[in-house]
């Protein structure tokens, strides 16, 4: 007779892998209608003006910065979504994180460039307008097109939030807090202190908090699709060190410590919803986030 414990961990595994790909697909959807419009950009802006030398290097720098590195980390991540890789699409992506935060930080002088260079510029203005007026457009101008960087990663942060938020079971834990970014997500294993049973749970870390979650019963008639969050921990003075395991491979050992409570205890990486993603990651994700908010207020950069 077939264990019922390991069945209804079948189920739910198996719900949770079509979350996943209904997930995996609106990213997809969403990534080819962002790359359509930076293509914009590139093809009708970029290319031609350093073709044409209309600006000179510097100028052309300033007002487009990296994005053709952010074109191309797109593009492959909508080459791992084709492939139905999530997992590790979004762990590569996550290495784009500084383009993007380097992006935020230049667009106040990207505008001001952008604005003298079109009152000063005669040959760029008209070049501006022209390209503009071309169908592909559909009315946006420049200005707008710059925009969409920073205004997809502020609706990225939301939507997972959001999600976040929905996934829990109640009403008792905010996720949705102004200032507050989404890190990453994944099932691990802890390890209890006083040498108990290894329990698997569901953690989302965020730039001010980790939650610990697991999943309600299968067979419960309103939250079976839900995770109960069993505890939320504040990142301000938490630490994170590497136990064991030294290698981009699966497994190792992180110690988590927060001073304020009575602490996370150890964790032992084992993402088991995307293989392929290393306990590296967890670790490299848990540094950034405690660096930052020990240094200031933190923000994916």
């Given at each position: 007779?077939?264990?019922?414990?390991?069945?209804?961990?079948?189920?739910?595994?198996?719900?949770?892998?079509?979350?996943?790909?209904?997930?995996?697909?609106?990213?997809?959807?969403?990534?080819?209608?962002?790359?359509?419009?930076?293509?914009?950009?590139?093809?009708?802006?970029?290319?031609?003006?350093?073709?044409?030398?209309?600006?000179?290097?510097?100028?052309?720098?300033?007002?487009?910065?990296?994005?053709?590195?952010?074109?191309?980390?797109?593009?492959?991540?909508?080459?791992?979504?084709?492939?139905?890789?999530?997992?590790?699409?979004?762990?590569?992506?996550?290495?784009?994180?500084?383009?993007?935060?380097?992006?935020?930080?230049?667009?106040?002088?990207?505008?001001?460039?952008?604005?003298?260079?079109?009152?000063?510029?005669?040959?760029?203005?008209?070049?501006?307008?022209?390209?503009?007026?071309?169908?592909?457009?559909?009315?946006?101008?420049?200005?707008?097109?710059?925009?969409?960087?920073?205004?997809?990663?502020?609706?990225?942060?939301?939507?997972?939030?959001?999600?976040?938020?929905?996934?829990?079971?109640?009403?008792?834990?905010?996720?949705?807090?102004?200032?507050?970014?989404?890190?990453?997500?994944?099932?691990?294993?802890?390890?209890?202190?006083?040498?108990e049973e290894l329990?698997?749970?569901?953690?989302?870390?965020?730039?001010?908090?980790?939650?610990?979650?697991?999943?309600?019963?299968?067979?419960?008639?309103?939250?079976?699709?839900?995770?109960?969050?069993?505890?939320?921990?504040?990142?301000?003075?938490?630490?994170?060190?590497?136990?064991?395991?030294?290698?981009?491979?699966?497994?190792?050992?992180?110690?988590?410590?927060?001073?304020?409570?009575?602490?996370?205890?150890?964790?032992?990486?084992n993402w088991v919803?995307?293989?392929?993603?290393?306990?590296?990651?967890?670790?490299?994700?848990?540094?950034?986030?405690?660096?930052?908010?020990?240094?200031?207020?933190?923000?994916?950069?």
């Amino acid at each position: 007779t077939a264990d019922p414990g390991v069945s209804l961990c079948c189920y739910q595994r198996a719900r949770w892998e079509r979350k996943r790909s209904r997930t995996a697909k609106e990213l997809l959807e969403t990534e080819y209608k962002y790359l359509e419009q930076l293509d914009l950009v590139l093809t009708y802006f970029v290319t031609i003006l350093k073709a044409k030398g209309t600006l000179k290097p510097a100028v052309l720098e300033t007002i487009f910065g990296p994005l053709e590195s952010l074109y191309s980390a797109s593009h492959v991540l909508s080459l791992h979504l084709e492939k139905g890789n999530l997992g590790a699409g979004l762990e590569n992506f996550c290495q784009s994180l500084d383009l993007y935060g380097h992006y935020a930080e230049n667009l106040e002088q990207t505008n001001k460039t952008l604005k003298e260079q079109v009152r000063k510029n005669k040959s760029f203005r008209r070049f501006k307008k022209l390209q503009e007026t071309r169908p592909q457009f559909q009315g946006r101008v420049l200005e707008d097109l710059l925009c969409l960087p920073l205004q997809r990663l502020h609706q990225e942060n939301s939507l997972q939030l959001l999600r976040v938020q929905k996934l829990l079971k109640g009403q008792k834990t905010q996720v949705l807090t102004p200032g507050r970014w989404y890190i990453r997500e994944g099932w691990l294993l802890v390890v209890p202190s006083k040498g108990e049973e290894l329990k698997r749970r569901m953690f989302f870390l965020f730039s001010d908090i980790l939650i610990a979650a697991k999943p309600c019963h299968p067979l419960h008639p309103l939250n079976s699709n839900k995770l109960s969050c069993q505890a939320v921990y504040p990142l301000q003075q938490c630490s994170v060190d590497k136990v064991f395991g030294h290698t981009w491979s699966q497994g190792g050992l992180l110690s988590v410590s927060l001073p304020t409570c009575e602490g996370l205890g150890q964790v032992l990486s084992n993402w088991v919803s995307y293989p392929g993603i290393s306990r590296l990651g967890w670790f490299w994700s848990f540094h950034k986030v405690t660096v930052g908010l020990s240094n200031t207020s933190y923000a994916p950069n």
